[in-house]
């Protein structure tokens, strides 16, 4: 006890020293709804509480729309109009098209099986932060270029995804699949499909929602991610390097810092296998969460690549805090391919045991 003591005390005093300089210091972002006064809670070791359940879902797209050209912020009135359009389409099935069935029996209408209230995207609207943009860095919203070999790469998926897109109009199906994958072995599914969990940063509204639990030395985040399998996450708060190079861990290898009222949080060690824009083993990540009124948290991440990006660019959005007596997480049971996978599979060996593979 005596050593708790002894870390803890000059924590808590140099915390609120650099929580005195920082709410006072640092203006509270133009989007924050803290009352006058307002400073954030602390822990017992002194510095800002973000223990508990946050929502990332959102509406707000990651460049910025050529109609906000030159423009950060939408007003209050844009963003009423534009969740109300949203929120006809989703009632009219316009939105990922699975509230309004197809003929029953037909293969659009198996294909389309989930309705919206198992849609991650379900009630999604513009985040708090009333960003034309999450791009805030460059100052046009837009990713920085890319370089050369990184184009071609871009150029070949979106390539892919757009003769995927002409294939399911074509053939009349309102889900999401690609067609013209032959799915012959385990491998050539995807990353939902074989439960292998989320990918960071979370920012597009695929992580729902993520729990913090906070101690001295370290965060935990557990990102869920309804029927893909979730993510834990251990960010060591007490100093420890980044380990070797050859050492890679599927959500990257976190280490964090306190500067004033933020948490800064470096994050490398990447693996190939979640990628992330174009980029994966050479991703870099630092994100700052900072508390900035008694329901939000402002998240920012800076993404650096420079075999994707000629410059790094930074987003930013509102994580808000839910009903934590309500809202409890689970660990995400995943069971997408229970069937999916084996009949798939089973398709594949009959076509190969009639000659037709």
């Known amino acids: 006890m005596a050593r708790l003591r002894y870390v803890v005390g000059p924590l808590a005093i140099v915390g609120a020293l650099l929580l005195t300089g920082g709410i006072a210091g640092q203006e509270l972002p133009p989007w924050s709804n803290a009352p006058d006064g307002w400073t954030p809670a602390l822990t017992p070791w002194g510095v800002p509480d973000l223990t508990g359940i946050w929502s990332s879902k959102h509406g707000t797209p990651l460049e910025r729309p050529e109609e906000y050209a030159g423009r950060e912020f939408l007003t209050d009135d844009e963003i009423a109009a534009l969740n109300a359009a949203r929120a006809q389409a989703e009632v ?12 029953a029996g037909t293969p659009a209408d198996v294909e389309g099986a989930y309705n919206n209230i198992f849609s991650t995207n379900l009630g999604t609207r513009y985040s708090r932060t009333k960003r034309t943009a999450m791009i805030v860095d460059p100052p046009d919203g837009r990713l920085p270029p890319y370089t050369p070999a990184a184009d071609q ?7 892919l995804r757009e003769q995927a897109r002409e294939d399911r109009e074509r053939a009349g199906v309102p889900y999401f699949v690609d067609l013209r994958y032959r799915y012959d072995n385990p491998e050539d599914t995807g990353i939902l499909e074989r439960c292998q969990g989320v990918r960071i940063p979370c920012t597009g509204g695929i992580c729902g929602f993520s729990r913090m639990v906070q101690g001295p030395d370290s965060l935990t985040i557990y990102h869920e991610q309804s029927s893909g ?7 060591a708060l007490d100093g420890r390097p980044h380990p070797p190079a050859h050492i890679r861990q599927w959500l990257g290898h976190s280490v964090g810092r306190w500067e004033g009222d933020t948490l800064v949080v470096d994050t490398t060690n990447f693996t190939h296998q979640t990628p992330y824009l174009g980029s994966a083993g050479n991703l870099h990540l630092v994100e700052r969460f900072r508390r900035v009124s008694p329901d939000l948290i402002q998240y920012q991440v800076t993404v650096e690549d420079e075999t994707v990006w000629t410059r790094p660019w930074t987003m930013e959005l509102a994580l808000m805090l839910q009903d934590n007596a309500r809202n409890q997480i689970g660990e995400t049971g995943c069971h997408e391919g229970n069937y999916s996978m084996t009949s798939m599979l089973a398709g594949a060996r009959l076509e190969e045991a009639r000659g037709l593979r």
């Open 153 to 159: 790469s871009r150029l070949v998926r979106e390539g």
């Open 229 to 235: 399998g979730g993510g834990y996450r251990l960010i």
């Open 92 to 103: 009219a099935g316009e939105v990922a098209g699975r509230d309004v069935r197809a003929s």
